[in-house]
């Protein structure tokens, strides 16, 4: 059985002009060039009605956040 998160890339758009990572639910996470290959991303938007699910689950988008956009801008060059 596959797992239930198997594609959840595919919940994500990345943006490099405004430099943000978007998820279908409404989180938008804006990344920051820290120093040569690392960023810092920043959350600027959540989703409207936020429910306590997704609250709870806000850890794991944080983490998918920072991972998209980091395969993103590997898979640029």
């Given at each position: ?5 198997r ?20 989180w938008v ?8 290959g690392?960023?810092?991303g920043?959350?600027?938007s959540q989703p409207?009605?936020i429910t ?8 794991i988008?944080a ?10 801008r590997?898979n640029?060059h």
């Amino acid at each position: 059985m596959p797992h239930q998160n198997r594609n959840w890339q595919r919940r994500w758009t990345v943006d490099f002009e405004t430099q943000t990572a978007t998820h279908e639910d409404g989180w938008v996470f804006q990344f920051s060039k820290v120093s040569d290959g690392v960023f810092d991303g920043s959350l600027i938007s959540q989703p409207k009605n936020i429910t306590i699910e997704q609250i709870k689950n806000a850890p794991i988008i944080a983490k998918e956040a920072g991972e998209v956009w980091m395969r993103a801008r590997k898979n640029r060059h």
